[in-house]
């Protein structure tokens, strides 16, 4: 089986995200089959991996594993369907709190039930009270319409131990928050009861994830092909893949550089996200890496044994290879389009003030930035554009458009797209513009632009963090429709390198890495007999 | 169905839990069903009745309903056979007989204690977290299962107990928090019962649902309370109108004072504040009842016995005379309303005649402290060489106590039956006693099986101790009429009587 691994499905997805589902797809598309792994509880992670497209079938999170919960039929839960244990009790509306206040016949506060008022009122989680008005226990309901966790209190009105049940109520999971020898507290321990009725007990949730693991591996295991670990977030079992009991074909996936500072991949402190996995690089069986100079950068530094595969997170559907091509002469002259958040590693203001420069010999230029601003800071970014904005006077020149899901029509009228990234993973939507014929301009940063950007092919890569060779190379295509026209027929044709077919023939590469790599592994196994017909 | 109704069956019982089991069994083999009901969480109550002579047929306890285990018999579960440890990853280390730890890779993860008087069979057992701090305790059944989970606050106080059905869901929750400040159970939630769930605040208000929730099923049921401490409880039970109260003990704090005398706290509820929530009360002996119908005349007031002597005993006459000629038998609670400290100072007297006489107390002290100022008491009267303080015995055990004994001693300051007295005269030993209510009075005919002495006079209470102990002719005509007594509480007689009280 193959797995890919991540900590939850949510609703506002971020690129690791984005890409494990196109992997995801790729595979059921082309028949095999995969399961989506989920760590983290979540009471709304098969609403929002239904969602997204992945079925029940082909989701396992682990809390819901061992909670015997993975196809559980939902039940939308109302605050008159509980039942407290209390005769008589009256439901008090809280508008403000979006919650009920539960009340004995005598006033006393049974329960305070909150619900999602977005979603029919549904339950969410109780606040119980004992008859001595003690908060005890706070009941979180599944969203599929049953208690999952249940967080039990101190008298000092802390979370003691936490229990999650199985739908019918029966405890299989127990953590503990107590004080360490210097009275900090702290998640001391897990506890888990299994299907089989055997009981275990693990320091920490890591070794809780390495046990579950243990139970996949054993659950798929097949002596014809080994499962496949796609690990898509290094928290969740970095350590723990490389200590699995029985062996399986363990995958690194890096979704952003390796190196803190991108622009300095050779020397730079490692990201800390990766720091464990590229100083145990040799242990995992494979190492994916998005673009093919992120690959190269990585040889350059690590010298690795273990196998490295170049395979493209993001996929050009063959729809909108197809597609008819909009000339350069049908688009909206001088419009710049960039889709990212309004963040501090986009950079933005820079994107804005080349712009500016345009702006003074091409007066038709102009710029519409898609995305949400990020919140960090005051908005410290978007404050940054408008900034730049008002330096440049570009008030009527740029617009701040929020976010869309109508990408592609945006995209198939405009002329040119921007990046001005202080890093990246990989970066979808440049991916995506270039499919749509959009000329590209992009700093050289690692890693993606610089690489899914052509340099003179389908628009140009320019030192990093020169606003004027980026306003140069724009001025140039603008002055020169031939140019211009040339360079968007390369985007549509350099987009054929994520084809569906060239990135499914790169992960059948690595699929048949592993099947090459599991005779030696089985034989490696103690006692291990080879079927025989 | 008779229902009898009490607290729990204990280790060590009073008299009370003896008279009650007693009247279970006499009950069941007369053919009259009657279970011994009650209220307490108790995971050695399979092995705590059969030391009362009771199977499980004959008990009814609250949790074990609701747990749905009333009819689970017993299967020993060796800790080193338990399924839920994975073996393949844990080892188990036991460096003694008491407990044995849980490791993972060296590193203790769990301790499981053994059942108390077995060899390894599981007991609980108790989780630990990374810091050492005790997480889960897993808490076993006599019968072999486990039986309830506890959950702890961070000082390590109980903070939820889970009572488990035999699918492992929980059935009932008990949750421990503040009130005032001070941590206790505030909460006894019985979950998924019939579909519902039922919050109370306290274990007597669940003990009443479960009650009426028995009785409802069988409406013409008798109840009898035997326990003070819930009259008040089965006063509130509305499934069944016969309900009655047997009244152990002597009702009033001065015996001397049965008409004006101050009631016992725990007296007042079946006597005056409830009274009328009950059919009447049951009383051992005629005096008691006339005190109570002169003060209470409303009441409705009836004799009925406190005690049987099963018929195997009678069967087998009076045994030979005792080897120890000269050992004086204590039998009951170490409790200062027993007056042990008297026994003591007669004793003391008794040994300047019968330098061999011999004292055996036979009881559990009510603590540890009174015990050693009883043993300080024997100590400053010089006879510490003669008296020793047994541990409780039922059954066979104190069947060869008695058998050792030429005269039982009785001290206490009032009684409503002495129960050991009679027990005593099935063995065919004599009794000397203090001249109190009420039970005593009747029992003893002062000269023929015994010797009542006036309240208080130790002299007098040694000097009736030295005569049986040294005139061996009188002895053995003491030892005839006392097991003569004994007789006229045989179980036919005895049942006979309780008919008669039903028929009243």
Request: proline fraction near 4%; aromatic fraction near 10%.
């Given at each position: 089986m193959f797995f890919h691994v991540n900590a939850t499905m949510p609703r506002q997805k971020s690129g690791i995200e984005h890409a494990e589902l196109k992997r995801f797809k790729l595979l059921n598309g082309h028949g095999v089959d995969s399961r989506v792994i989920l760590r983290d509880w979540d009471p709304n992670v098969h609403y929002n991996a239904n969602d997204a497209g992945i079925s029940d079938d082909q989701l396992i999170n682990m809390f819901d594993y061992f909670q015997e919960a993975t196809h559980v039929s939902a039940k939308k839960l109302h605050v008159g369907d509980l039942d407290f244990g209390v005769l008589h009790t009256k439901n008090e509306w809280e508008a403000g709190h979006n919650r009920y206040l539960v009340t004995t016949r005598s006033g006393q506060l049974v329960a305070r039930v909150n619900v999602d008022a977005t979603d029919d009122q549904r339950v969410v989680s109780t606040e119980l009270f004992d008859g001595f008005n003690n908060l005890y226990r706070v009941d979180q309901y599944d969203r599929r319409g049953f208690v999952s966790l249940s967080q039990w209190y101190t008298p000092d009105n802390k979370i003691g131990t936490e229990t999650w049940q199985t739908p019918s109520g029966r405890t299989v999971i127990e953590s503990f928050n107590r004080a360490n020898a210097v009275g900090e507290t702290n998640k001391s321990g897990w506890r888990l009861t299994d299907k089989q009725g055997k009981v275990w007990q693990f320091d920490s949730i890591e070794l809780l994830t390495l046990h579950f693991f243990d139970c996949l591996n054993d659950d798929f295991w097949s002596d014809d092909e080994p499962n496949i670990f796609v690990l898509d977030r290094g928290h969740l079992g970095d350590w723990g893949l490389l200590h699995l009991k029985r062996p399986a074909y363990v995958v690194m996936h890096l979704h952003n550089s390796h190196a803190g500072d991108a622009q300095d991949p050779m020397h730079s402190v490692l990201n800390n996200h990766y720091e464990f996995s590229m100083n145990a690089l040799d242990e995992y069986d494979a190492v994916v890496s998005a673009t093919h100079k992120q690959t190269q950068d990585v040889i350059a530094r690590f010298h690795p044994k273990t196998e490295l595969f170049t395979i493209p997170v993001g996929v050009v559907p063959n729809s909108q290879l197809q597609a008819p091509r909009v000339p350069v002469k049908d688009r909206t002259f001088g419009k710049v389009v960039a889709f990212a958040r309004i963040a501090w590693e986009k950079h933005l203001d820079d994107l804005v003030r080349a712009v500016g420069i345009v702006h003074q010999t091409v007066p038709e230029v102009s710029l519409d930035l898609y995305g949400y601003a990020d919140s960090s800071d005051n908005y410290k970014a978007r404050r940054a554009v408008e900034a730049a904005i008002k330096d440049y006077h570009l008030e009527d020149v740029v617009s701040m458009k929020g976010y869309t899901t109508d990408v592609g029509k945006v995209e198939d009228s405009a002329m040119m797209y921007g990046l001005t990234s202080r890093m990246e993973g990989f970066n979808l939507a440049i991916m995506e513009a270039i499919s749509h014929g959009l000329i590209s301009f992009t700093y050289d940063v690692n890693y993606g632009p610089n690489e899914?950007?052509?340099?003179?092919?389908?628009?140009?890569?320019?030192?990093?963090?020169?606003?004027?060779?980026?306003?140069?190379?724009?001025?140039?295509?603008?002055?020169?429709?031939?140019?211009?026209?040339?360079?968007?027929?390369g985007a549509y044709e350099s987009a054929e390198r994520y084809s569906d077919a060239n990135v499914w023939a790169a992960w059948q590469r690595l699929i048949a890495d592993a099947q090459h790599k599991w005779p030696t592994k089985l034989a490696a196994l103690p006692n291990h007999q080879e079927v025989q017909d | 169905m008779n229902y009898f109704v009490s607290e729990n069956i204990f280790a060590f019982n009073s008299g009370t839990e003896h008279s009650q089991a007693k009247r279970t069994r006499l009950f069941n083999k007369m053919g009259a069903n009657a279970k011994y009901v009650t209220r307490d969480y108790n995971r050695f109550l399979a092995r705590d009745a059969v030391a009362l002579g009771l199977d499980h047929t004959q008990v009814l306890n609250m949790y074990d309903f609701f747990q749905g285990r009333t009819d689970t018999v017993r299967v020993e579960q060796p800790l080193r056979l338990l399924k839920q440890i994975p073996l393949d990853q844990y080892h188990i280390v036991s460096d003694n007989p008491n407990y044995s730890v849980i490791q993972h890779a060296g590193v203790p993860i769990a301790r499981v204690n053994v059942m108390p008087a077995t060899v390894g069979l599981v007991g609980d057992i108790s989780y630990y977290d990374r810091f050492g701090n005790t997480t889960v305790r897993e808490n076993w059944d006599w019968r072999g299962f486990k039986s309830s989970i506890d959950y702890f606050h961070p000082d390590g106080q109980l903070g939820v107990r889970k009572i488990l059905n035999a699918a492992g869901d929980t059935v009932i929750e008990i949750t421990h928090m503040n009130v005032d400040g001070k941590l206790q159970a505030t909460m006894w939630k019985l979950l998924n019962y019939k579909g519902h769930n039922f919050r109370f605040n306290t274990e007597d208000q669940l003990?009443?649902?479960?009650?009426?929730?028995?009785?409802?099923?069988?409406?013409?049921?008798?109840?009898?309370?035997?326990?003070?401490?819930?009259?008040?409880?089965?006063?509130?039970?509305?499934?069944?109108?016969?309900?009655?109260?047997?009244?152990?003990?002597?009702?009033?704090?001065?015996?001397?004072?049965?008409?004006?005398?101050?009631?016992?706290?725990?007296?007042v509820p079946v006597l005056e504040s409830r009274a009328k929530d009950f059919a009447g009360v049951f009383v051992a002996t005629e005096a008691q009842k006339q005190d109570i119908k002169r003060r209470f005349p409303k009441l409705t007031v009836v004799v009925a016995p406190d005690t049987v002597v099963e018929q195997p005993r009678l069967d087998e006459g009076v045994p030979a005379a005792s080897s120890e000629a000269h050992h004086i038998l204590w039998v009951g609670r170490l409790s200062p309303e027993r007056r042990p400290e008297e026994a003591l100072k007669a004793f003391a007297t008794v040994i300047k005649n019968v330098p061999d006489a011999t004292l055996e107390f036979r009881g559990y002290p009510v603590s540890a402290t009174y015990l050693t100022e009883l043993k300080q008491l024997a100590d400053k009267l010089g006879v510490t060489e003669h008296v020793t303080f047994d541990e409780y015995v039922t059954g066979d055990a104190l069947a060869k106590r008695y058998k050792n004994a030429a005269v039982l001693l009785q001290t206490a300051s009032g009684e409503g039956f002495g129960m050991t007295v009679t027990e005593g005269f099935s063995y065919g030993v004599p009794a000397v006693a203090y001249d109190v209510r009420y039970g005593l009075k009747e029992q003893i005919r002062d000269g023929e099986n015994g010797f009542l002495v006036h309240d208080g006079s130790t002299s007098i209470l040694a000097a009736r101790l030295t005569e049986i102990l040294t005139n061996d002719a009188f002895r053995q005509t003491m030892r005839q009429a006392a097991f003569d007594t004994a007789q006229t509480y045989g179980e036919a007689t005895v049942f006979k009587a309780w008919q008669q009280a039903f028929g009243s």
């Open positions: 899914i950007v052509e340099d003179g092919v389908n628009g140009n890569v320019v030192p990093y963090e020169n606003v004027q060779a980026l306003a140069d190379a724009m001025l140039k295509v603008l002055q020169d429709p031939d140019l211009a026209q040339r360079y968007s027929t | 003990f009443l649902f479960f009650l009426n929730e028995q009785l409802m099923t069988d409406p013409e049921s008798l109840v009898i309370s035997d326990r003070r401490s819930l009259d008040y409880v089965v006063a509130d039970v509305t499934a069944v109108h016969n309900k009655w109260a047997y009244l152990h003990d002597i009702h009033i704090v001065d015996e001397k004072e049965p008409l004006k005398g101050r009631l016992f706290e725990a007296y």
